[in-house]
């Protein structure tokens, strides 16, 4: 989708390494959030942020850090990568009412060697 | 907390035949629901969404699904499908501030 970008779309690190996943979205919308999907787990929440400065945990959020300088962006950083922390990671945004749903990024796969 | 249940895993469906994707939620507030897909590849994208009124719902290509509140249910439903419904398909319902999804549905359609 146009208007929600992610990047990388595929990285490949080393366990130890620190890793920034970016995403960038032109609607100003004010909730975004990270999720991560894993076969047999679907979709998992990481962090998710209200607005500028807001940033709340969802549900797998060890090992990740994430900040929110700016409305459009909101970086997820793996802080040390680890295994178990290959996946593919969508970003995603909605507007503060929520009636229309989330709109979701292209994704990011992730694998950590 | 909230919480979604989709239990079938994989589902098999020849070109044309009906489709029933089962969904069952739990939260104890205003119920939003909603159901995306994600094709081989890409990412999710929206189906369908419920928020109130007419419980069933009609969503993009073809597919609807029927809130049913005291079954605590959202199925996804399509009376014929196409093998470019292959995919998986998610249920969510919407919580205080985030959606929490279900573990997805793949399914296959054979030509």
């Known amino acids: 989708d146009a208007g929600i970008t992610q990047s990388p779309r595929y990285k490949i690190t080393e366990t130890g390494r620190q890793v920034t996943l970016m995403c960038h979205q032109t609607?100003?919308?004010?909730?975004m959030f990270w999720y991560r999907q894993d076969l047999g787990h679907g979709l998992r929440l990481i962090y998710y942020s209200a607005a500028a400065d807001i940033t709340d945990k969802g549900e797998v959020p060890d090992g990740y850090v994430v900040s929110r300088s700016k409305t459009e962006n909101f970086p997820l950083t793996l802080e040390s990568a680890t295994r178990s922390q290959t996946s593919v990671y969508f970003c995603?945004?909605?507007?503060?009412?929520?009636?229309?749903?989330?709109?979701f990024g292209s994704g990011t796969r992730l694998t950590v060697v | 907390a909230q919480s979604v249940s989709q239990h079938n895993h994989h589902v098999i469906l020849s070109e044309a035949a009906s489709l029933e994707l089962g969904c069952n939620y739990s939260?104890?507030?205003?119920?939003?629901l909603f159901w995306y897909v994600q094709y081989p590849g890409q990412h999710l994208q929206l189906l369908l969404k419920?928020?109130?009124?007419?419980?069933l719902v009609k969503g993009i290509k073809g597919f609807e699904a029927e809130f049913i509140k005291s079954k605590f249910s959202f199925n996804l439903r399509k009376p014929s499908v196409q093998w470019s419904d292959t995919a998986e398909y998610f249920c969510a319902v919407k919580g205080f501030q985030k959606l929490v999804f279900g573990t997805g549905t793949r399914l296959l359609v054979s030509p």
């Open positions: 939260y104890g507030g205003t119920v939003n």
């Open positions: 995603a945004s909605r507007h503060k009412t929520g009636v229309d749903g989330y709109t």
């Open positions: 419920y928020f109130s009124g007419d419980p």
């Open positions: 609607w100003s919308h004010s909730y």
